[in-house]
């Protein structure tokens, strides 16, 4: 049976705002009150889904979130109309305000981990929504994201979902952003690799001394749990909590991996020789041949990385086999970066071509490529399990084209956020998405 890699990624939001909400990403705190402009985020976004699909791959698409999140401003304890609690918030608590609208939900690789049917005790595609409990803007995603998902993989005989895990720091869960996975075909069992931060409950663990890990293993445990993964099937492996300190802030700003290949910074992990041998073993066991491609901290330091987002890029296979890169422009800008990929596609390799997109206005919050998509393993019969309204066609992108178009504003600033209208505005838009969507009510404005 054919398999496939189905990329969902997360369409911008209406209140997309740069509001210095994260801590420990470089990216989110330097461009802190900048003004933003989400239709063009919202644009950039699409257009990279209709690029992939046009190179011919199966592309998809999860809807944005209601925000503001007047519900998390009410558990706060403001309190009267949807415009009361608005104006109280930013009058005695703007950061609670600003946090409650960022569109943080974009950066879908954090919303979930998901196991292929492959690697699963119960045949199932597994679904685990991430708690986000790092970021108090990112922990009230996860009700919503489990709606969004459940209502785009709805079939039970296929897919099986499972709430966040414990809202605490100890089982802290960033989702795809640190879970990659290794297979010779996508359809057939893999090797799952699980990066951490940090241990919750083994000190024996170093964990960074600036910034948070927002991983823990023991979310990473819990998750491979629920998913009924196989001792054989996994790989846990720690990030050098030096690089979290630089930056770092989720393993797939250092790392990305796909099929057989994982390509990472040379500093991204704590013992990595032997982490690369389990996971060259665990894979030929399989059947898969796994390779790496280390790149040396001479060529490209970690800040150019961090800078560049080359990691944040998507792998993909191409149907000859060979691979290509998907990164952001700040790649080609960074003349140490640009020059090592035009070594590294010239050098007869498994990855052969880099395509770059712009994306800057996720980028300035610390999103790039990879941050902005979800992969979903799917055969055949799953991949028709799908709900059909999520998947990308030409005339799909055409209407959500002009949905941001007709909905979207192209300047929002912090004071903006105050306007009740705002929340008007992206409860119309989003009511119309999810009829486009073929959602159902998944929002917390239609189902109270
Ligand atoms: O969680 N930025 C996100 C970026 C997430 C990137 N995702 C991956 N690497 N997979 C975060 O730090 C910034 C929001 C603001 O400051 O307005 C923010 O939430």
């Known amino acids: ?55 011919g791959f199966v592309q998809g698409v999860l809807a944005p979130q209601e925000r503001p999140d007047v519900a998390a401003l009410r558990s706060l304890g403001f309190a009267g109309t949807d415009a009361q609690v608005i104006e109280r918030a930013a009058k005695e608590a703007m950061p609670l305000l600003v946090a409650s609208c960022s569109a943080s939900s974009m950066w879908v690789a ?37 709606r969004v998902l459940g209502a785009m993989f709805a079939d039970q005989q296929h897919f099986a979902h499972h709430a966040a895990l414990p809202a605490v720091a100890q089982f802290g869960d960033e989702g795809a952003a640190n879970h990659t996975r290794f297979c010779r075909e996508y359809g057939e069992a ?43 099937g996994v790989v846990f492996a720690q990030q050098n909590p030096s690089v979290i300190d630089q930056g770092v802030f989720h393993n797939d700003v250092i790392a990305v991996g796909n099929g057989e290949l994982l390509f990472h910074h040379q500093d991204a992990f704590l013992n990595t020789e032997q982490m690369l041998a389990e996971l060259h073993g665990k894979l030929a066991a399989r ?63 498994p990855i052969r071509e880099v395509k770059v997109f712009d994306l800057k206005q996720s980028m300035q919050n610390g999103g790039g490529p990879a941050c902005l998509r979800l992969r979903v393993a ?9 709900n059909p309204g999520v998947i990308m066609t030409a005339p799909l992108y055409d209407t959500l084209t002009r949905w941001v178009n007709k909905h979207y504003r192209d300047a929002l600033r912090e004071s903006d956020l105050a306007d009740p209208q705002l929340l ?25």
């Open 1 to 55: 049976m054919k398999s496939f890699e189905v990329n969902f990624d997360g369409l911008v939001g209406p209140t997309h705002n740069y509001g210095g909400l994260s801590f420990g990403n470089v990216a989110s705190q330097s461009n802190s009150q900048q003004a933003s402009n989400p239709k063009e985020a919202a644009l950039q976004g699409l257009e990279k889904m209709k690029a992939l699909m046009d190179m």
């Open 110 to 146: 954090n919303a979930a981990t998901v196991s292929p049917s492959a690697d699963t005790a119960d045949g199932r595609v597994h679904f685990t929504a991430a708690n986000l409990n790092c970021k108090f803007h990112r922990s009230i995603e996860h009700p919503t994201t489990s």
């Open 190 to 232: 893999g090797v799952e690799f699980f990066v951490f931060g940090r241990s919750a409950f083994d000190s024996r663990y170093p964990a960074p001394q600036k910034y948070p890990a927002r991983q823990t293993l023991e979310a990473s445990q819990a998750v491979a749990r629920l998913h009924g993964l196989s001792e054989e």
């Open 287 to 349: 059947g898969g041949n796994f390779q790496s491609i280390s790149v040396p901290r001479d060529q490209v330091a970690v800040e150019d990385a961090v800078r560049s987002y080359l990691f944040n890029s998507q792998l993909l296979s191409r149907a000859d086999g060979s691979m290509l890169l998907i990164v952001p422009e700040e790649c080609r800008a960074n003349p140490r970066v640009w020059q090592y990929l035009q070594g590294l596609t010239a050098a007869g390799g």
């Open 378 to 386: 799917l055969n055949e019969t799953e991949l028709a399990a799908v």
């Open 424 to 448: 008007l505005e992206c409860r119309t838009a989003l009511d119309e998405l999810t009829q486009i969507l073929k959602l159902g009510a998944v929002y917390p404005f239609q189902i109270n």
